[in-house]
């Protein structure tokens, strides 16, 4: 019994018998094709930028709504007041840090400022960014592919318009990279061309691409992946699925089907159920894990869009509301900007005027 569901929404009268493999012979770079239908029309894919691929997580984030609010505040060494501890609740709320984190970190501020603990701005700063550290060193668990239950199986969920098939193309670039042999599923069968993208980034990569037409049965076409994946001896499949809302009754149960059908080859999969978040969207991006927690066994976050004018807090609210895992973090468009979320290099990004030294990107 697949046990991934907390709830189990309705689910179509449909058989879940095993699916048969209609999958051609494919050498890696091909797209496995179980339909013979004409694909649907499909707007290019945008190539990643070529941009430097070294850049540090400060040149990333450093004009994020959170970062800028900061250096202002901070810039002209502020007198240690109430009006300051008001200034930074502002600039902590209006950053997406949520309303439970911010009063939490400002009162915590605000008893050690009455003690006269701090001798200066610095030295409270010097405070905030370790309470912001221990806010979400705890959720900075990378992801472990574990060889032993190859092929590992990582289901990815969430909205549409979250960034979902362009992280999974960055992630496929990622492992590959890292010396893994891994497939790709087109799972998302719901939305237009949201195959054919996929096939995009498979040929970009280099990776097979299992797929059907629009509107095919996705659970079938997961299930051909994972056939195809163990009969090859890959380490790694990265199953698509389509974009859906909690309140998409069919689409929830489509989950519900594709893992157990997963179950009929290996009981244990999906081993990652990673959903993807759009770290722009802040309060939005609270409720969507929330509601997909009351659906599915989420064991991982990617919050993606944290580049360029995002507000950046949201991390700590998901952080402190959920304690799930935060695997990656999108920091821009070029294939290396899918990063493994570094606390310490994503807090001093935040707070660049304590002057941490550069750390390496993982």
Same mark, same amino acid.
């Given at each position: ?5 907390? +709830?189990?929404?309705?689910? !179509? ?7 048969? @493999? ?22 290019? *894919? ?29 810039? %002209? ?9 008001? =200034? ?56 472990? *592919? ?12 969430? *909205? ?19 010396? #893994? +042999? ?16 996929? &096939? ?30 163990? %009969? ?18 069919? #689409? /929830?149960? @489509? ?12 009981? %244990?999969? !999906? ?25 599915? &066994? ?22 402190? =509301? ?12 070029? /294939? ?16 660049? =005027? ?9």
């Amino acid at each position: 019994m697949f046990d991934w569901l907390k +709830k189990k929404a309705a689910v !179509p009268a449909k058989t879940d018998a095993a699916p048969t @493999e209609t999958a051609a012979e494919t050498v890696v770079g091909a797209v496995v094709e179980a339909a013979t239908e004409a694909p649907a029309a499909v707007a290019p *894919v945008a190539e990643p930028a070529a941009g430097p691929t070294g850049a540090s997580w400060w040149q990333k984030l450093r004009q994020s709504r959170f970062a800028t609010g900061l250096r202002g505040l901070f810039s %002209s060494n502020p007198k240690l007041d109430d009006a300051l501890l008001d =200034e930074i609740e502002t600039v902590l709320l209006g950053a997406d840090v949520g309303v439970t984190a911010t009063e939490a970190l400002v009162e915590d501020l605000r008893r050690r400022m009455r003690a006269r603990e701090f001798g200066d701005a610095l030295a409270l700063q010097r405070h905030l960014r370790a309470q912001l550290l221990a806010m979400i060193q705890p959720v900075a668990r990378p992801l472990d *592919v574990d060889a032993s239950k190859a092929p590992f199986v990582i289901l990815t969920v969430g *909205v549409n318009g979250v960034g979902k098939t362009t992280t999974i193309g960055k992630l496929a670039h990622r492992f590959q990279r890292d010396g #893994l +042999k891994l497939a790709l599923a087109a799972g998302d069968t719901f939305r237009a061309a949201a195959v054919e993208q996929l &096939k995009v980034w498979g040929e970009r990569n280099g990776v097979t691409v299992v797929a059907q037409g629009q509107n095919a049965d996705a659970a079938a076409v997961i299930f051909d992946a994972l056939q195809a994946a163990k %009969s090859r001896g890959l380490d790694l499949l990265i199953a698509d699925t389509a974009g859906r809302l909690h309140t998409q009754q069919g #689409l /929830m149960a @489509e989950l519900s089907k594709v893992g157990r059908v997963l179950a009929k080859i290996d009981a %244990s999969a !999906p081993h990652e159920v990673l959903m993807v978040i759009d770290g722009t969207t802040g309060q939005n991006a609270v409720n969507q894990v929330r509601q997909f927690l009351a659906a599915a &066994k989420v064991t991982g976050l990617v919050v993606t869009k944290l580049d360029g004018s995002a507000k950046g807090g949201v991390v700590f609210a998901l952080a402190r =509301e959920f304690g799930l895992p935060i695997r990656f973090v999108g920091l821009g468009e070029t /294939m290396e900007d899918l990063r493994v979320f570094d606390p310490e290099a994503f807090v001093d990004a935040l707070l660049p =005027e304590l002057g941490a030294p550069e750390r390496a990107d993982p």
